[in-house]
């Protein structure tokens, strides 16, 4: 299979909770620090969303200490770089052959959309079947949740992963507004779901082509290890 160099990123399109008048929306650290990552090691990258335009940020990701990790205050003054979500591709305007990799990013907003879209489910068990890297960063594991492959058995089953946990949701003071809980709900499917040691502490697990960082902390770790991986390859 020739390398494409190419890498297929997953942002969200909801700006709010359903229960709660917070906004919401991409993280954007979560795709910044990857995106630096890729980025130096040659990689070119597409965003695409499951209903394409426009991509809401999270307002929490703006704020001036966020904005000072790892550079991505840099990539937000950049204009270039954020008028690229503002026209997002469709999920189903997307060519498998074209990519490398996918990755899917976080933001609670994922979780209202990520589950729901059908082309998302589709495209990730399509990626994962044709040997291609799956990864995910904190809430972006809501989008491995109705992923089946071809036999009918969910992606994550069996598998090491892990996603934003239950007790960060609690620290962030999200409990009382998100629809579900992840951890409880990739355990429920199977997966063996791993944290770190501390709430908020960068992790990484993979599990050979599926790569998932716990929280936003851990989207550099995981663009590093989707750059190893396409390296071996």
């Not at 190419?6 to 229960?19: F, G, M, S």
């Not at 399509?126 to 291609?132: I, L, N, Q, S, T």
């Not at 355990?187 to 944290?195: F, I, Q």
Request: contains cysteine.
């Amino acid at each position: 299979m020739a390398r494409k160099n190419r890498i297929l990123i997953v942002v969200t399109n909801v700006p709010e909770y359903r229960k709660v008048g917070m906004r919401t929306g991409l993280w954007l650290g979560e795709l910044t620090h990857f995106w630096d990552v890729a980025e130096r090691a040659g990689f070119e990258m597409d965003i695409a969303s499951p209903a394409g335009g426009t991509v809401p940020l999270d307002p929490e990701s703006l704020s001036h200490e966020v904005l000072a990790e790892l550079g991505t205050e840099q990539r937000y003054r950049d204009r270039e770089f954020m008028d690229l979500l503002a026209d997002t591709k469709r999920i189903s305007e997307v060519g498998l052959d074209d990519y490398d990799a996918i990755y899917l990013t976080g933001g609670h907003g994922v979780m209202f959309d990520f589950p729901q879209s059908a082309d998302l489910e589709e495209l990730m068990a399509r990626f994962y079947e044709a040997g291609k890297v799956v990864s995910t960063v904190c809430h972006g594991a809501t989008g491995l949740l109705n992923v089946q492959l071809s036999s009918g058995e969910p992606l994550i089953r069996g598998k090491r992963v892990t996603g934003f946990s239950w007790p960060e949701e609690e620290l962030a003071n999200r409990a009382d507004a998100v629809p579900y809980n992840l951890q409880e709900e990739l355990a429920k499917l199977g997966a063996e779901y791993r944290t770190a040691d501390e709430p908020f502490d960068a992790y990484v697990v993979e599990d050979g082509r599926l790569i998932t960082g716990q929280n936003p902390g851990s989207a550099k770790a995981v663009g590093e290890a989707v750059v190893r991986q396409l390296a071996a390859v």
